[in-house]
């Protein structure tokens, strides 16, 4: 999957604010419920879950499920050995 270009990054030690700057992607419309393959789901508002797809149970589970496959792949060393760098 493509991922947005990181332009610039910055953290103040003291306060732990951040700042982000990434390339622009193009989101799919707000509202819409099923998505096509590489497609990327619009941002979703915070303490709104009635917005995502199913409301939210099916959602979450997807997310979740997709966390522990990652988990997984990271304790059997399936991921690139910069990973275990970045931890």
């Excluded at 990652?70 to 275990?84: T, W």
Aim: glycine share 8%; charged share 30%; proline share 7%.
């Amino acid at each position: 999957f493509r991922v947005p270009k990181f332009y610039f990054g910055d953290i103040s030690a003291a306060t732990t604010n951040f700042v982000l700057i990434t390339e622009s992607i193009p989101w799919a419309e707000t509202g819409k419920k099923d998505f096509s393959p590489g497609e990327i789901e619009p941002a979703y508002d915070k303490y709104k879950d009635w917005e995502l797809p199913d409301g939210g149970p099916m959602y979450y589970l997807a997310c979740c499920r997709a966390l522990g496959k990652m988990a997984g792949y990271h304790k059997q060393k399936r991921l690139h050995k910069s990973v275990d760098e970045m931890f």
